[in-house]
């Protein structure tokens, strides 16, 4: 999204901060969060990526002052807050289950926290239709929460958030609970309102597809520990460790040995294949190729691409308009089609194919 760094205002007040995380830990029962550091840019949007139980949502909690950490600091703004009451730090949350007041209709629950802070009816009343017109949902500030649907509920408690003008937004899975088509929906208009508003934004969820869209950096976490930063790009394309590789769906993670090769390459022996890559690590290592790296042919191909083997379909996966076809060389190899290649090619379990890629396609860790 490159929102990193613009100045927006929003209701006359600058709602671009930046958050610092240095060296948290935090001890919860049986979880522990451990070392972590962030540096989240004034404006960026930031993606916390990580499997259930990994320690997202008590980093969020932790962040919001809703946990108190053991060692560590948290600042925004240059502030530290890490001692601060959650009502004082300026944060926005928005949970996935949405935490609407029932008893309250659409525009009383956008409106909440600036009654709260004693603001005037008039300030309130312009700032919760400003903020409605904002999320399309001023057509709804008469209704309950309960008579809403998931999107809706879901735009009014990002509008109830954001109308206190936070220094910093944290979303908690603020997608997780919605259908597919409103899920993308919602993704579009968070996209939107970080263009139009550069609030900071720290946005976890176990979605890589969700990161991709989304996130200006990500930050994968694994039990309680950050295990890579970087661009959505450098993460999936060159993960850091075998978790992560397999963690954002590369499928294919091998290890191997580097022996030397020619005209500027190295061979990573396998069982049963020699693959060419570009690297200048030496010895034991790590591989990972995306699935969408590696080309099916029924016949061998005549290319200058280093890597081509002919092996046997062990298995094919049908996940709608796309099939994943696992190949053994015999190592195997996983690769992804489109249904249509699929029956074009009229491939089915025990046929011998062709499969290819680059050795630019091969990333070593």
């Known amino acids: 999204m490159k929102s990193a ?12 901060s930046h958050l610092q995380v240095r060296d948290l830990g935090v001890d919860l029962d049986e979880f522990h969060l451990r070392e972590i550091d962030l ?10 990526l990580g499997p259930t139980g990994g320690g997202k949502t008590v980093l969020l909690e932790t962040i919001a002052g809703l946990h108190r950490p053991r060692r560590g600091r948290i600042l925004v703004g240059g502030e530290e807050i890490t001692a601060i ?38 300030v309130v009343e312009r700032r919760v239709d400003e903020m409605g017109r904002l999320l399309s949902i001023d057509h709804l500030f008469h209704r309950r929460p309960g008579t809403l649907s998931g999107g809706e509920q879901q735009r009014t408690a990002l509008a109830r958030a954001l109308v206190v003008e936070p220094r910093l937004l944290l979303l908690d899975e603020p997608l997780s609970a919605l259908d597919p088509s409103t899920r993308e929906g919602l ?18 969820t176990h979605d890589f597809e969700e990161a991709v869209a989304l996130g200006d950096r990500v930050a994968i976490l694994d039990e309680g520990r950050i295990v890579q930063v970087g661009s959505p790009e450098d993460v999936f394309r060159k993960p850091a460790s075998e978790f992560v590789a397999r963690f954002v769906g590369v499928r294919n993670v091998f290890r191997g040995d580097l022996c030397p090769g020619g005209d500027g390459y190295k061979l990573l022996v396998l069982d049963g294949a020699q693959i060419a890559v570009v690297t200048e690590l030496t010895g034991r290592v790590h591989a990972s190729i995306r699935p969408e790296d590696i080309f099916v042919f029924q016949e061998p191909l005549r290319s200058s ?6 092996g046997r379909i062990v298995e094919i996966t049908d996940r709608g308009m796309l099939v994943y076809v696992t190949v053994r060389v015999p190592s195997e190899f996983t690769c992804v089609i489109t249904r249509r290649s699929l029956e074009e090619m009229a491939l089915r379990k025990g046929l011998e194919i062709n499969i290819a890629f ?8």
Do not use: M
């Open 85 to 122: 009451p959650p009502e004082r730090r300026g944060v926005g949350f928005v949970y996935q289950d949405y935490a609407l007041f029932p008893h309250l209709n659409v525009a009383q629950n956008i409106g909440f926290g600036l009654k709260l802070r004693r603001e005037e009816r008039a």
């Open 305 to 310: 691409v280093r890597n081509s083997f002919r």
């Open 187 to 204: 993704q579009r208009e968070l996209a939107r309102l970080q263009r139009k508003l550069g609030t900071t934004t720290l946005h976890v």
């Open 5 to 16: 760094g613009k100045e927006t205002r929003f209701f006359g007040k600058n709602l671009v």
């Open 358 to 365: 680059k050795a630019s396609a091969v990333h070593i860790f």
């Open 39 to 48: 540096d989240v840019a004034p404006g960026e949007y930031f993606v916390i």
